[in-house]
């Protein structure tokens, strides 16, 4: 008598899987909970260019302490820095008492408590600008680096590989979705606006833990246990790995703040050369400097109204179809070369020829590729870490570090600009020599990594 032959059950593809398959390869059972990732992600996003819309309008008609808008927006970088150093320290104390969820719905909480303060306050006709500003410019980071520990967290470094370009689209889709639906509310009321739209974000982690704890193994206890470990400072400083990743970060926040100043430089010199000073000559005095300076800032509008046009269309279409083929074929650690490989062409070409056909297809390719590629890349590095490094480091990288990138390229256009007088392709060469340093890093942090995670990207060594 024959032995009966039990043949396991295969799980099938389900349909999600399969509309998602042209993006990256998704396997059985990881449709749902990658989908409900993405939107996160979108609501995140589009959460955020909602109060980023208000913030512009808030502080720039809103001077404050005898400075006008524009000029309070110069200064703002250097205290949210110097408010993260005892922000993420804080943090870190509070990811050592309670698990990752609890982590989340206590920070989104808070979040959404602010926002519901900033509003009563400026219906009461409180000068919030400037406050509104600098909370914005904290929160916005901490919210999207504590998404990418969370998917750092629940996915394992071959699973993140494949899905966090899938992901992402929802970052993308949102950065695209947020600003024209902050077009057809009031500044005040996009703050509530938001906060629904956080309320949202909540109840969709929380969907996404329960999901996950039932295709988790019985005694996987990683979700009820805190974050313990040591601070997210002290984490990076101790930590080479984590060192690098911060001088990576460092460096390219200084490369595109500079490039940023490029932009805006011939942007200027655009609307200069089509709105000249004889301009209305049937005007005098202030009047004739008012219709002049009110022309030439609609000619920078319309031109950076097409520039992020072609930005966010070159990121998501990048995000969708190039991002996972890129790392599947080549690798984290080459794909890490892709960024300031192109950052390297971009701004020798500038420094050498200029011109503003030139620089805004430069700077539309760098914002594509950077927005896509390495903002994906960058997610990845966090997967063979530690569960405070992928909380606590994070935090601490992807806030302070950023900020204090932005500060130091303040200084560093300051200096060129006003001292040196070396204009905007001069800075160009400078952002040369930076992207070099940038490799060099680049090329270190990718050794660290081969040696975290041989076994899984062996064709990914340089």
């Known amino acids: 008598m024959s032995t009966p032959v039990f043949i396991a059950e295969v799980e099938r593809p389900t349909i999600l899987e399969w509309v998602l398959r042209p993006f990256s390869k998704v396997r059985p059972g990881e449709g749902l909970q990658a989908l409900l990732m993405m939107v996160c992600l979108f609501v995140i996003l589009t959460s955020y260019y909602l109060m980023k819309t208000a913030r512009e309008g808030l502080i720039l008609t809103g001077g404050t302490l005898g400075l006008r808008g524009e000029e309070l927006k110069s200064y703002a970088g250097g205290a949210m820095a110097i408010l993260l150093v005892g922000i993420v320290p804080a943090y870190g104390a509070l990811a050592n008492r309670v698990r990752r969820l609890v982590l989340i719905n206590v920070s989104y909480a808070i979040v959404i408590g602010c926002l519901v303060v900033f509003f009563v306050l400026a219906r009461m006709g409180a000068p919030i600008g400037l406050a509104f500003f600098i909370w914005i410019g904290i929160i916005n980071m901490f919210l999207i680096a504590q998404f990418w520990s969370y998917a750092n967290d629940l996915y394992t470094e071959e699973a993140g590989k494949r899905l966090f370009a899938i992901i992402a689209i929802g970052g993308s889709l949102g950065a695209v979705a947020g600003p024209k639906l902050a077009t057809v509310a009031t500044?005040?009321?996009?703050?509530?606006?938001?906060?629904?739209?956080?309320?949202?974000?909540?109840?969709?982690?929380?969907?996404?833990?329960?999901?996950?704890?039932?295709?988790?193994?019985?005694?996987?206890?990683?979700?009820?246990?805190?974050?313990?470990?040591?601070?997210?400072?002290?984490?990076?400083?101790?930590?080479?790995y984590l060192l690098l990743i911060a001088a990576l970060v460092l460096v390219a926040e200084l490369v595109k703040t500079n490039g940023e100043f490029v932009l805006s430089s011939v942007a200027t010199e655009h609307a200069a050369s089509l709105i000249p000073a004889t301009a209305h000559p049937e005007l005098g005095g202030a009047a004739h400097l008012a219709a002049i300076?009110?022309?030439?800032?609609?000619?920078?509008?319309?031109?950076?109204?097409?520039?992020?046009?072609?930005?966010?269309?070159?990121?998501?279409l990048l995000q969708a179809f190039a991002v996972s083929r890129l790392i599947e074929k080549l690798g984290v650690r080459r794909a890490l070369l892709i960024m300031p490989l192109i950052a390297l062409g971009a701004y020798t070409v500038i420094g050498a020829i200029g011109g503003l056909a030139l620089v805004r297809a430069a700077k539309v390719t760098e914002n594509g590729v950077e927005y896509s590629v390495q903002n994906t890349v960058r997610q990845t590095l966090f997967l063979p870490t530690a569960r405070a490094m992928k909380y606590k480091a994070k935090a601490a990288i992807d806030t302070f570090v950023v900020r204090a990138g932005d500060t130091l390229s303040a200084l560093l256009v300051w200096f060129g600009v006003h001292v040196l007088d070396v204009g905007g392709r001069g800075l160009a060469w400078v952002n040369v020599a930076l992207v070099a340093v940038w490799i060099a890093i680049a090329l270190r942090l990718a050794r660290r990594h081969a040696e975290l995670s041989p076994e899984l990207e062996t064709r990914g060594a340089p």
Do not use: M, Q
């Open 187 to 240: 500044t005040y009321t996009l703050l509530p606006f938001a906060a629904v739209l956080l309320v949202g974000c909540l109840g969709l982690f929380n969907l996404i833990e329960v999901i996950h704890g039932r295709r988790a193994p019985a005694n996987d206890v990683i979700a009820r246990e805190p974050i313990e470990g040591g601070g997210g400072f002290s984490l990076v400083l101790r930590t080479r």
């Open 293 to 316: 300076t009110a022309d030439r800032r609609e000619v920078i509008k319309v031109f950076y109204g097409d520039f992020y046009f072609w930005v966010n269309l070159a990121s998501l």
